[in-house]
T-cell receptor
Framework: DAGVIQSPRHEVTEMGQEVTLRCKPISGHNSLFWYRQTMMRGLELLIYFNNNVPIDDSGMPEDRFSAKMPNASFSTLKIQPSEPRDSAVYFCASSLAVAGETQYFGPGTRLLVL | GNSVTQMEGPVTLSEEAFLTINCTYTATGYPSLFWYVQYPGEGLQLLLKATKADDKGSNKGFEATYRKETTSFHLEKGSVQVSDSAVYFC??????????FGAGTRLFVKA
């Protein structure tokens, strides 16, 4: 079975450019999570969706970040404009919306903003 | 609020040594508890979990017991291998869909 799929795996861009990260969750999962991981701040939850609806976006750092989930099999995280401090690994994870259920993580997108 | 506290790393051990990584939690209700592992360059993956008090989760020689009286879920392995070098995250889920992760503990195992 395919796991969580993220693209691109690596992204290098210049400050001020728009960046779009993509995620395809595991089929049948109805919760989707976006995380950011850095050495300084560790693993941070940015936003999560249940049945395509954003439930908690309190972790989104600022208005430059936005996330959408237009259907059950696709989500995007967009940064516009990007800044060097956005450099991090961004993970998408999915799970069944059942209490105590495991999250399944994608391989991550390594973003470098110059 | 809900939180997870795990021992700071890095932890450096020789191959075949005994491993303990401490994890304690604060939560309302009855959380499910997890250990996730992250190998270099990869996403997190579930190592083991326990859903109620006194349950023991186990996988790949790792074990952790859900201790409600001490609000702990310590990770143990009797004999570590070089291939166990990774970052280990303790986590909990209570009520809704959100997982609360600890800060992670990096383990280095020397041959």
């Amino acid at each position: 079975d395919a796991g969580v799929i993220q693209s691109p795996r690596h992204e290098v861009t210049e400050m001020g450019q728009e960046v779009t990260l993509r995620c395809k969750p595991i089929s049948g999962h109805n919760s989707l999570f976006w995380y950011r991981q850095t050495m300084m701040r560790g693993l941070e939850l940015l936003i999560y969706f249940n049945n395509n609806v954003p439930i908690d976006d309190s972790g989104m750092p600022e208005d430059r970040f936005s996330a959408k989930m237009p259907n059950a099999s696709f989500s995007t995280l967009k940064i516009q404009p990007s800044e060097p401090r956005d450099s991090a690994v961004y993970f998408c994870a999915s799970s069944l919306a059942v209490a105590g259920e495991t999250q399944y993580f994608g391989p991550g997108t390594r973003l470098l903003v110059l | 609020g809900n939180s997870v506290t795990q021992m700071e790393g890095p932890v450096t051990l020789s191959e075949e040594a005994f491993l303990t990584i401490n994890c304690t939690y604060t939560a309302t209700g009855y959380p499910s508890l997890f250990w996730y592992v992250q190998y270099p360059g990869e996403g997190l993956q579930l190592l083991l979990k326990a859903t109620k008090a006194d349950d023991k989760g186990s996988n790949k020689g790792f074990e952790a017991t859900y201790r409600k009286e001490t609000t702990s879920f310590h990770l143990e392995k009797g004999s570590v291998q070089v291939s166990d070098s990774a970052v280990y995250f303790c986590a909990l889920v209570t009520g809704g869909f959100k997982t609360i992760f600890g800060a992670g503990t990096r383990l280095f195992v020397k041959a």
